[in-house]
């Protein structure tokens, strides 16, 4: 059973930067494809980040420009990079990761991390 384990939020200030972390347990697998949702309070979960395999991202409009996700195979592990924080961007990160287990492919969720912007 694979479990993934977030890191990386934090308060920070207006212009800021964070980088998420999700890293996944075991071995004997590869990321398939990786979503990073948030979910602000009393809001919906967005999804604000997605990536596959073969390394084609989309963005909300919102983070364009702003947010980069990537895959590290090696580490068994999935980035967000924020950068130019606003307050907007206050919310709970989410890492929704596609593992594909010889052929399987499995979805699992990170445990989520908050992420507060504010001056």
């Known amino acids: 059973q694979v479990q993934l384990v977030e890191s990386g939020g934090g308060l920070v200030q207006p212009g800021g930067s964070l980088r998420l972390s999700c890293a996944a347990s075991g071995s004997g697998f590869d990321i398939y494809d990786v979503d990073w949702f948030r979910q602000a309070p009393g809001k919906q979960r967005e999804l604000v980040a997605n990536?596959?395999?073969?390394?084609?991202?989309n963005y909300v409009d919102s983070v364009k420009g702003r947010f980069t996700v990537s895959i590290d195979n090696a580490k068994n592990t999935v980035y967000l990079q924020m950068n130019s924080l606003k307050p907007e961007d206050t919310a709970d990160y989410y890492c929704w990761v596609k593992i594909d287990t010889w052929g399987i492919i499995d979805g699992y969720w990170g445990q989520g991390t908050p992420v507060t912007v504010s001056s």
């Open positions: 990536m596959t395999r073969r390394g084609s991202t």
